[in-house]
């Protein structure tokens, strides 16, 4: 199949009551490992690139490899940009072909949130691109003192929220419920009785950021609460990364670079299909 928006993703997720993976990537073997793991688990995927992520492998050839690599397969992907700093690098990516941007806001106040927000939003929807919206500040695991990781953690409001979606008409949110981004120092309390009231004041389809080290049962209520969309983005870094370091140990002195590339790319491909079946998505193409 080919290349969707967000909303249909999402659409179908939130009545199939599972939630779409979505998972950063900044080149080719980590783009195959997700696109693999989606088609041998005929699993609905969004492809993610954080602003770092697009500039290391220029939008225009970003967009152009997802749409090669799926353009044969039945499943149905979506290009999306992750953390949108600024209008103007969210809505570079329009020009690039994303068919869903997110716009991150949420270091500013809410108003100047939501005036931006709303901008995003008009020139997107001429487009027919998606867009996601962020409440609370979903920060780094890791910045928090130690033992303290909530700390850097700010809890959304849930009438922050409602406003919020009425004024910008995002189409998807993002919202802080003890999430964050990164290797979580302590099991994460997400705060359900928080996402609850967000779903039943915003009815719109709602994001998990911070993915990684999430435990599958928090991931499946959360999903059963209204959340369609999971984010997930160290786990394979760390994956990959960890691989690479052992199999280069194991092969010193050997160049032949798609030999050394292989098994990381398959131990990302398998930690994808492990966040594929946590999000309930398999089978769901
Ligand atoms: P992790 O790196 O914690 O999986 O978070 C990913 C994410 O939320 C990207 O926006």
């Given at each position: 199949?080919?290349?969707?928006?967000?909303?249909?993703?999402?659409?179908?997720?939130?009545?199939?009551?599972?939630?779409?993976?979505?998972?950063?990537?900044?080149?080719?073997?980590?783009?195959?490992?997700?696109?693999?793991?989606?088609?041998?688990?005929?699993?609905?995927?969004?492809?993610?690139?954080?602003?770092?992520?697009?500039?290391?492998?220029?939008?225009?050839?970003?967009?152009?490899?997802?749409?090669?690599?799926?353009?044969?397969?039945?499943?149905?992907?979506?290009?999306?940009?992750?953390?949108?700093?600024?209008?103007?690098?969210?809505?570079?990516?329009?020009?690039?072909?994303?068919?869903?941007?997110?716009?991150?806001?949420?270091?500013?106040?809410?108003?100047?949130?939501?005036?931006?927000?709303?901008?995003?939003?008009?020139?997107?929807?001429?487009?027919?691109?998606?867009?996601?919206?962020?409440?609370?500040?979903?920060?780094q695991a890791a910045n928090g003192p130690e033992g303290k990781q909530n700390d850097m953690i700010g809890i959304a409001d849930p009438k922050e929220c409602e406003a919020f979606v009425k004024e910008t008409g995002?189409?998807?949110?993002?919202?802080?419920?003890?999430?964050?981004?990164?290797?979580?120092?302590?099991?994460?309390?997400?705060?359900?009785?928080i996402l609850e009231e967000i779903e039943r004041r915003t009815n719109i389809p709602l994001v998990l950021h911070g993915g990684t080290g999430i435990p599958e049962e928090d991931l499946r209520k959360a999903i059963t609460m209204g959340v369609c969309k999971i984010n997930f983005s160290t786990v394979m870094r760390k994956g990959c990364l960890e691989t690479l370091v052992d199999t280069l140990n194991k092969n010193v002195g050997d160049w032949d670079l798609m030999k050394q590339m292989t098994p990381a790319r398959e131990k990302m491909k398998e930690i994808a299909k492990q966040h594929i079946i946590m999000c309930m998505s398999d089978h769901k193409a």
């Open positions: 199949m080919s290349i969707v928006t967000n909303t249909e993703l999402l659409d179908r997720a939130k009545n199939g009551h599972y939630a779409v993976p979505a998972f950063n990537t900044c080149n080719l073997e980590y783009m195959q490992a997700i696109v693999f793991a989606a088609e041998e688990l005929k699993s609905p995927v969004i492809i993610s690139a954080a602003k770092s992520e697009v500039d290391y492998m220029n939008g225009h050839v970003f967009v152009a490899l997802v749409k090669a690599m799926t353009a044969d397969l039945h499943i149905p992907v979506g290009i999306h940009l992750d953390h949108g700093p600024t209008h103007e690098e969210t809505v570079r990516c329009l020009h690039y072909g994303f068919k869903s941007v997110m716009y991150d806001g949420s270091s500013h106040s809410l108003e100047e949130n939501i005036a931006v927000t709303r901008e995003v939003v008009k020139v997107a929807h001429a487009c027919g691109v998606h867009v996601e919206g962020e409440v609370g500040v979903i920060g995002i189409d998807s949110l993002a919202a802080a419920i003890g999430n964050a981004h990164g290797i979580y120092k302590k099991k994460p309390e997400l705060r359900f009785d």
